[in-house]
T-cell receptor, first 116, second 113 residues
Framework: DTGVSQNPRHKITKRGQNVTFRCDPISEHNRLYWYRQTLGQGPEFLTYFQNEAQLEKSRLLSDRFSAERPKGSFSTLEIQRTEQGDSAMYLC??????????????FGPGTRLTVL | QQQVKQSPQSLIVQKGGISIINCAYENTAFDYFPWYQQFPGKGPALLIAIRPDVSEKKEGRFTISFNKSAKQFSLHIMDSQPGDSATYFCAAMDEGATNKLIFGTGTLLAVQP
């Protein structure tokens, strides 16, 4: 399978615990995005990477959230001291951007986080 | 200015009918408009996309109509099938900026057999 993969697919945690999600983009894609989707809503942008550089972070991304893409390949999203309001689907997407022209973003299956 | 407004919230169509979903935007810098299809428990899947240099794009049973002056675009699904039952999201992007997608709130489509 050459699509975007995310692990784990589901995560249940207790309030106050830390969680980490992983995203493996399509191999040749240089951009990687994180979105969050709550029930009945469209995905909302959180942050994105161009290779290993994190170029933008949404105001939705509080200090408890951190994302990395250390070698420009896979990415991790960590949430510290989780709160019930963090319960959502966390989606990763990747795209290949060449000469400033954006191509389509392809999404992974998401990680469903439930904070009890 | 960053919002994309989508309607209707839900839609019921008979098999073989035409499904129409509408979106409107404010930011004139947006220059890429994709539609995504999402099934329960899955990530959004790119369906079709358009840029403002054309007023219509067709791929199979799916057509995007784009009205630049009105800042509106719509998805038409011809010969709707029960397998098309899903949530559809329009989105918009300023390709010259961050390439982040701004999504509409979604339309839940049910195609009745």
């Amino acid at each position: 399978d050459t699509g975007v993969s995310q692990n784990p697919r589901h995560k249940i945690t207790k309030r106050g615990q830390n969680v980490t999600f992983r995203c493996d983009p399509i191999s040749e894609h240089n951009r990687l995005y994180w979105y969050r989707q709550t029930l009945g809503q469209g995905p909302e942008f959180l942050t994105y990477f161009q290779n290993e550089a994190q170029l933008e972070k949404s105001r939705l991304l509080s200090d408890r959230f951190s994302a990395e893409r250390p070698k420009g390949s896979f990415s991790t999203l960590e949430i510290q001291r989780t709160e019930q309001g963090d319960s959502a689907m966390y989606l990763c997407a990747s795209s290949l951007v060449v000469s400033g022209s954006a191509n389509e973003q392809f999404f992974g299956p998401g990680t469903r986080l439930t904070v009890l | 200015q960053q919002q994309v407004k989508q309607s209707p919230q839900s839609l019921i169509v008979q098999k073989g009918g035409i499904s129409i979903i509408n979106c409107a935007y404010e930011n004139t810098a947006f220059d890429y408009f994709p539609w995504y299809q999402q099934f329960p428990g899955k990530g959004p899947a790119l369906l079709i996309a358009i840029r403002p240099d054309v007023s219509e794009k067709k791929e199979g049973r799916f057509t995007i109509s784009f009205n630049k002056s009105a800042k509106q675009f719509s998805l038409h699904i011809m010969d709707s099938q029960p397998g098309d039952s899903a949530t559809y999201f329009c989105a918009a992007m300023d390709e010259g900026a961050t390439n982040k997608l701004i999504f509409g709130t979604g339309t839940l489509l049910a195609v009745q057999p």
